[in-house]
T-cell receptor, first 114, second 112 residues
């Protein structure tokens, strides 16, 4: 199957700082990428849909000014958590859609805000 | 009512057993159906991807879709301890890369 990477795999930051997470499709071009967060023992919660070259579409209740998404190329999307707070601590996962619309997920990034 | 319902389990079976995992859904517009396996602290791994009704087999895994009943299943034959994970069903309307609607996930344990 297609491979999606995320970097970093885990990060610890101080409250008030910003953190950037990268999502890359390694062996295919992804017009559309998705960003999710997941709390322990819960299913994935979609945050936003990212299309290459255009603004992301955020789900209801997700603060677009707090979670900045950029999809600069067909293989890279980034999520920046701005002015992070402890309640932003979570597992963030991206997925990328192939040309046949199958979605492959990255390994996830564990964010801890102290 | 959630668009996709999935029994969260936990489900525990002995090694070698046939496992049946199921989801029901309410939106008749769903056309594409997926099963993902997620190990703890990892991203979901795509296991099966099916379109519309019918069966699809891949090794020990069989996915079934019954659109008339709005019911999908994943069968695992000759289950192994390495199959222990959370299994998520997901679906969307297709016609482009659309957001997935997930079930809650079923936590499965295969006992040696």
């Amino acid at each position: 199957g297609a491979v999606v990477s995320q970097h970093p795999s885990w990060v610890i930051c101080k409250s008030g700082t910003s953190v950037k997470i990268e999502c890359r499709s390694l062996d295919f071009q992804a017009t559309t990428m998705f960003w999710y967060r997941q709390f322990p023992k819960q299913s994935l919660m979609l945050m936003a849909t990212s299309n290459e070259g255009s603004k992301a579409t955020y789900e209801q209740g997700v603060e677009k000014d707090k979670f900045l998404i950029n999809h600069a190329s067909l293989t890279l999307s980034t999520l920046t958590v701005t002015s992070a707070h402890p309640e932003d601590s979570s597992f963030y996962i991206c997925s990328a859609a192939t040309h046949t619309y199958e979605q492959y997920f990255g390994p996830g990034t564990r964010l801890t805000v102290t | 009512q959630k668009e996709v319902e999935q029994d969260p389990g936990p489900l525990s079976v002995p090694e070698g057993a046939i496992v049946s995992l199921n989801c029901t859904y309410s939106n008749s517009a769903f056309q594409y159906f997926m099963w993902y396996r997620q190990y703890s602290r990892k991203g979901p791994e795509l296991l099966m991807y099916t379109y519309s009704s019918g069966n699809k087999e891949d090794g020990r895994f069989t996915a079934q879709v019954d659109k008339s009943s709005k019911y999908i299943s994943l069968f695992i034959r000759d289950s192994q301890p390495s199959d222990s994970a959370t299994y998520l069903c997901a679906m969307n309307r297709g016609q482009g890369a659309q957001k997935l609607v997930f079930g809650q996930g079923t936590r499965l344990t295969i006992n040696p």
